[in-house]
Nanobody
Framework: QVQLVESGGGLVQPGGSLRLSCAAS????????MGWYRQAPGNQREFIAR???????YYAGALKGRFTISRDNTKNTAYLQMNSLEPEDTAVYYC?????????WGKGTLVTVSS
């Protein structure tokens, strides 16, 4: 089972960009479907995007076009590129990995969009 650590969060101005990383330790990363979610204060965790082991991608409709998910199996890392950020994107961002019936979550990284 992989262990996941997110990084790349921080403070960014509206209109800016950030790239989040999700580093996986353990074996078999390449077989996992990787996903990104976020949770804003007072809200439920919401789906952003996922990428399968074969590289197919799926996005929440409202975020498609601004957010891009990718993975580098040679680095055991998944990424979330976020562009044109808005204050409403402020949240803790989580990655997860799914393999068969097993789901693993990272602890999250905080993104704050503010001027």
């Amino acid at each position: 089972q992989v262990q996941l650590v997110e990084s790349g969060g921080g403070l960014v101005q509206p209109g800016g960009s950030l790239r989040l990383s999700c580093a996986a330790s353990g074996s078999d990363f390449r077989f996992y479907t990787m996903g990104w979610y976020r949770q804003a204060p007072g809200n439920q965790r919401e789906f952003i995007a996922r990428i399968t082991s074969g590289g197919s991608t799926y996005y929440a409709g409202a975020l498609k076009g601004r957010f891009t998910i990718s993975r580098d199996n040679t680095k055991n890392t998944a990424y979330l590129q976020m562009n044109s950020l808005e204050p409403e994107d402020t949240a803790v961002y989580y990655c997860n990995g799914v393999l068969s019936s097993t789901t693993t979550w990272g602890k999250g990284t905080l993104v704050t969009v503010s001027s």
